[in-house]
């Protein structure tokens, strides 16, 4: 339990600090002064009333200074934060359960791989559930955010690069065809021409461009059809930033699970008589929203959906 509990408590102070990025970054406003401030009287939040979680509870959602409403964002975007670090603190309790059990051979290279694959989808959510609500409340997905978070997934690609687990960048002939170990796949169909850590970071540095490409040719044609701008530049960067972090395939999923929960929203708002055709959606969030679900189930649906081909 002391895994969960420290992930936990990690959890609600980013989930703190990213609520501060949510009302700032839009804005273009610093995240660092001025202080915490009611966003009604702009009176200062006291330290006492600014414990993630609990101060909301106990002030009813109100500020002690002018009695408005403080939005339920905060302690939502807190506790929703908390559960991410939970689950991947959970994860990370398992791999070194698994590679640093007595009896072991101790920690080979491939646990580090592991080690720094879970910190990746760790900060990915920290950096998705930013940007759901940061569409939600104003459209908008800030680049400080995004490109960064291209960069960063990128980084962690080469630092994992560097712990390929021994055999993994050689090329091993099977009976069948050559075939290059390469990471993240089992004995996945390689190529002759690169070792393990190149295929391994141009793949995904490809993955994030065509990634990028294909958002583009969508946001294009829809252009072309409905004569105006269905997606921002914004949904391109956030298909890259999703793509660079967890791969090609689990950024399609991503895209998939975007796209059907935008459907959903927009129809029952259409049912509902609360939006038209021409109405405006956040797309960015249900992407954002879309490649939590895959970061965490996403190998599995792969998984069964390529034996499913097989
Ligand atoms: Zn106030």
């Known amino acids: 339990m002391i895994y969960e509990t420290v992930g936990f408590l990690l959890g609600l102070i980013f989930g703190s600090f990213l609520n501060v990025c949510i009302s700032r970054l839009p804005g273009h406003e610093s995240i660092v002064k001025p202080s915490s401030r009611c966003p009604h009287c702009h009176a200062s939040i006291r330290w006492y009333d600014n414990i993630p979680l609990l101060s909301w509870i106990l002030l009813r959602g109100k500020c002690r200074d002018c009695g408005q409403p403080i939005s339920a964002r905060y302690p939502l975007v807190e506790l929703l934060t908390a559960i991410w670090f939970t689950i991947q603190a959970a994860r990370l309790h398992t791999v070194i359960h698994f590679y640093f059990s007595p009896g072991t051979n101790g920690g080979s290279s491939y646990s580090a791989f592991a080690i720094i694959a879970n910190l990746g989808v760790t900060i990915a959510g920290f950096l998705l559930i930013g940007l759901i609500f940061m569409d939600w409340e104003t459209g908008l ?110 950024g399609m999923l991503s895209l998939f699970f975007g796209v059907l929960g935008a459907s959903i929203y927009g129809i029952f708002q259409l049912a509902r008589g609360r939006a038209g055709t021409s109405s405006k959606l956040a797309f960015g969030s249900f992407l954002a929203a879309g490649a939590l679900i895959a970061a965490q189930v996403g190998d599995r649906i792969i998984d069964a959906y390529s034996q499913l081909l097989r």
Not at 158 to 167: M, R, Y
Request: net charge neutral; glycine share 10%; aromatic share 8%.
């Open 141 to 250: 997905l800030p680049d400080s955010f995004t490109l960064t978070g291209v960069f960063l997934g990128l980084l962690l690609i080469c630092t994992q690069a560097i712990f390929l687990a021994p055999g993994q960048d050689q090329i091993l002939l099977t009976q069948n065809s050559p075939k290059l170990t390469s990471v993240g796949a089992t004995a996945d169909t390689g190529n002759l021409f690169m070792t393990g850590p190149e295929a391994l970071i141009l793949g995904r540095v490809l993955a994030a461009c065509g990634a990028a490409i294909l958002m583009l040719l969508i946001r294009q044609t829809y252009r072309a059809i409905r004569h105006r701008e269905g997606m921002g530049l914004g949904d391109v960067k956030l298909l890259a930033m999703i793509t660079a972090f967890l791969g090609f395939w689990p």
